[in-house]
């Protein structure tokens, strides 16, 4: 089962509208970072919080941390057309492993 | 700087064939890890390469599946007689480094193999 899960799995906003994206987990983490994709290529790295984290900012990115719910969410503010993406959440869990557990990701449109 | 790059960028072959997908890390990067990605889902971790050490091969699939990293810096992911269900976008990322924590992860920008 994964390990990230993203909720909704689609979102549709209009242009200057904020987007909000959650993630849960399931086991303990070191860090939860955030990336966007586009067009099914490359990822993006938007964002990271520290388990001893609770909110950070970048930009128009609002990220939270919960980890006694095991949930983060990414708040987009003022949303654009270039937005359009998908976002997935990754932990990084502490198990010892040093890889990044990906969610399903949220797939985002903005409209003009 | 170079990002990661990845070649080919689009493989197409026949099934119970071997190919080989490379990738190039951001130099200075000692972590390298090797990423598939089906069709509206999410990554799946195969491989990862920190410096010297061996790799952890837990997210490999099958024994079909192989990789290896040479002289810590280019990588070849190898996957002999491959199935239709190997059909997946193989993404590439380094890091800095990935001591006690993994660290922020730069992609490359994907092979996308379909197997005929």
């Known amino acids: 089962s994964q390990q990230g899960e993203e909720d909704p799995q689609a979102l549709s906003i209009q242009e200057g509208e904020n987007a909000t994206m959650n993630c849960s987990y399931k086991?303990?983490?070191?860090?939860l970072q955030w990336y966007r994709q586009n067009s099914g290529r490359g990822l993006v790295h938007l964002i990271l919080?520290?388990?001893?984290?609770r909110e950070k900012h970048s930009g128009r990115l609002r990220v939270t941390l919960d980890t006694s719910k095991k949930s983060s969410s990414l708040l987009i503010t003022a949303s654009r057309a270039a937005d359009t993406a998908s976002y997935f959440c990754?932990?990084?869990?502490?198990?010892?492993?040093?890889?990044?557990?990906f969610g399903s990701g949220t797939r985002l449109q903005v409209q003009p | 700087g170079a990002g990661v790059s990845q070649s080919p960028s689009n493989k197409v072959t026949e099934k119970g064939k071997d190919v080989e997908l490379r990738c190039d890390p951001i130099?200075?990067?000692?972590?390298l890890y090797w990423y598939r990605q089906s069709l509206g889902q999410g990554l799946e971790f195969l491989i990862y390469?920190?410096?010297?050490?061996?790799?952890?091969k837990s997210g490999l699939p099958s024994d079909r599946f192989s990789a290896e990293r040479t002289g810590g810096s280019v990588s070849t992911l190898t996957i002999q007689r491959t199935q239709q269900e190997d059909s997946a976008v193989y993404l590439c990322?380094?890091?800095?480094?990935?001591?006690?924590?993994?660290?922020?992860?730069?992609f490359g920008p994907g092979t996308r193999l379909t197997v005929l």
């Open positions: 086991t303990s983490i070191n860090n």
């Open positions: 990754a932990t990084d869990m502490d198990t010892g492993r040093r890889a990044l557990t």
């Open positions: 130099s200075g990067h000692t972590a």
């Open positions: 990322a380094s890091s800095l480094t990935s001591g006690a924590y993994t660290d922020t992860q730069y």
């Open positions: 919080i520290r388990s001893n984290e």
């Open positions: 390469f920190q410096g010297n050490s061996a790799p952890d």
